[in-house]
């Protein structure tokens, strides 16, 4: 959807610039370059990662670890299979898709037996002349000339600036930006944009062609024969042929004086406020950031995301909304706890083991982008597992950024364990969802990102390596509110000094206030995963 909203907003902005300023100069060839390269412009730019666009958009993402959820062998075992939907969106693209490209397909292949079944002859300024009873007017398709069976018979020269007509698509190549526009047709089927170049790059065509044959004869016989032609059939859809509407447009380009050299001054005109067009949308988010005040200057080579949800954050800021799952943390955990179904391998043997898996809410509550932050950790079974149930997850509620609908990067871990024995509730680890009141860094989670971002600091040997990573930090709080047990998962192939520095800011963080569950002060773990990127 993001893609899609970028592609129209080029293509809309320099589609409209083509309309007020260049569409009624006779600078053909310029207009034509102007549409290629607009139109290819419009796709680089809109697909273009947002970090080339901005490098600041990265540090607005946030992620936020989640409660670890729990995936007992029994309890998995007695879940029932589920079956994906299937995507129908998807489904009806590739319908029009391949439509597009069926009809392209018997274009070409009508081409080829109307070459086959005629009579052709090589031209002496390069190309083929072939004459074929199935055509009615004379069309071109790169260097072929098609023309009626009956050509050499014409009593006047209409049929010389007819074919004189045809020989400037076919030295000009307008079959190939024909056949360029049927490939984006096939893609962008559905985007209305696309058809506009399309008409519009055939109608540059046009005018280019006629400029060349009207130059061997009156420009007002030339027009009649325009007229007269106007009724004649068109067999091929992508081909250049001799009629091709809007006849009202051609006439009137074709009697227009030619604009005069300092009207040329509109390209200079042209560039610049494309050059700025461009420069504003890369820097878009970046300038959202600082007119709203918020600007995440913070070190680049360090990204610190938050900790688990909070409601209390949300109340205080409403303007900085983290995504809330349908019923709360309760329905989430139970949501995964119903879908989760514990793998077995070949051998029917089980493996414990947490897979710690990230995905995206995006602006309407989506899920995307859904992966495995340790896949070496645990067989891929498992890591599969974790991918299939996350990404059934229902629409949660949009979080906000500066008062917006924004993207979140979220992470569960998923661990999967036997049934161990029983523990008492005072002495067992409870899980943010069992809390009533969840542990929270002292001055809440804007103090601990800022604690994180002046105590992390990017390893020296890490930096000449080059290396980068996300480690995932797991910690008890503890009744007194201490930090115990830090342990760090996902270091698979991630630098040992990454490692080491990320557990030795999470051992020595300052003293939490602690959890409570039914009046009692409880243990509670927590999970915060620290990307180490450099610029």
Request: aromatic share 10%; glycine share 6%.
């Amino acid at each position: 959807m993001v893609f899609l909203l970028k592609l129209t907003i080029c293509w809309g902005f320099f589609a409209l610039l083509y309309a007020l300023l260049l569409r009624s100069e006779t600078f053909f060839r310029s207009n034509r370059l102007y549409l290629l390269g607009t139109m290819l412009a419009g796709i680089v730019l809109a697909a273009a990662d947002d970090q080339l666009l901005a490098p600041m958009q990265e540090d607005v993402l946030p992620m936020i670890t989640l409660p670890v959820v729990s995936a007992g062998f029994q309890q998995a075992a007695e879940v029932s299979q589920q079956m994906e939907s299937a995507d129908y969106l998807w489904l009806i693209y590739f319908l029009g898709a391949a439509f597009m490209v069926l009809r392209t397909g018997w274009g070409i292949t009508r081409l080829m037996q109307m070459a086959t079944r005629g009579s052709s002859d090589l031209l002496p300024e390069g190309g083929r002349l072939i004459r074929s009873a199935e055509v009615q007017t004379p069309f071109s398709f790169f260097k072929w000339i098609f023309v009626p069976a009956d050509w050499d018979r014409s009593p006047d020269a209409a049929a010389r600036y007819m074919l004189a007509h045809e020989r400037a698509h076919a030295e000009g190549w307008h079959s190939f930006d024909i056949m360029l526009m049927e490939c984006l047709s096939a893609v962008f089927w559905f985007h209305p944009l696309v058809y506009w170049y399309r008409r519009s790059l055939r109608v540059v065509h046009e005018y280019l062609a006629d400029a060349q044959a009207s130059s061997l004869t009156d420009k007002k016989q030339y027009g009649l024969l325009l007229i007269r032609q106007s009724q004649s059939g068109m067999p091929v859809a992508f081909a250049n042929h001799f009629f091709q509407s809007p006849l009202k447009q051609r006439l009137i380009m074709l009697m227009k004086q030619h604009s005069a050299p300092v009207r040329a001054l509109r390209y200079g005109l042209v560039l610049p406020l494309a050059g700025l067009f461009i420069l504003l949308f890369q820097q878009a988010p970046v300038i959202a950031q600082e007119v709203n005040g918020k600007s995440d200057s913070y070190d680049h080579q360090v990204q610190l995301p938050t900790s688990a949800p909070s409601d209390q954050v949300a109340k205080d800021n409403p303007c900085e909304q983290e995504p809330v799952f349908p019923g709360g943390m309760g329905a989430l955990m139970d949501f995964m706890a119903k879908n989760i179904q514990y793998p077995k391998n070949a051998e029917g043997s089980i493996q414990e083991g947490t897979v710690v898996t990230s995905f995206t809410v995006n602006e309407e509550g989506g899920i995307q982008n859904v992966y495995v932050n340790n896949p070496s950790e645990m067989p891929a079974i498992y890591n599969a597992e974790a991918i299939r149930v996350v990404s059934m997850l229902p629409k949660w509620t949009p979080g906000k950024k500066n008062c917006k609908a924004g993207l979140f990067e979220l992470c569960i871990p998923i661990k999967f364990k036997a049934n161990g024995q029983p523990v008492s509730k005072a002495d067992r680890v409870m899980n943010v969802p069992d809390t009533q009141t969840p542990p929270h860094y002292t001055g809440g989670q804007e103090e601990l990102i800022k604690y994180l971002i002046a105590n992390v600091k990017y390893p020296a040997t890490a930096k000449q390596a080059k290396a980068e990573g996300t480690v995932i930090v797991k910690f008890i709080v503890e009744k007194d509110g201490s930090i115990s047990t830090v342990e760090a998962h996902n270091t698979n192939g991630i630098h040992a000094d990454i490692v080491a520095e990320a557990i030795r800011v999470v051992q020595t963080m300052p003293k939490w206030v602690p959890g409570i569950v039914d009046g009692e002060i409880v243990r509670v773990q927590f999970a915060l995963p620290i990307r180490f990127k450099l610029d």
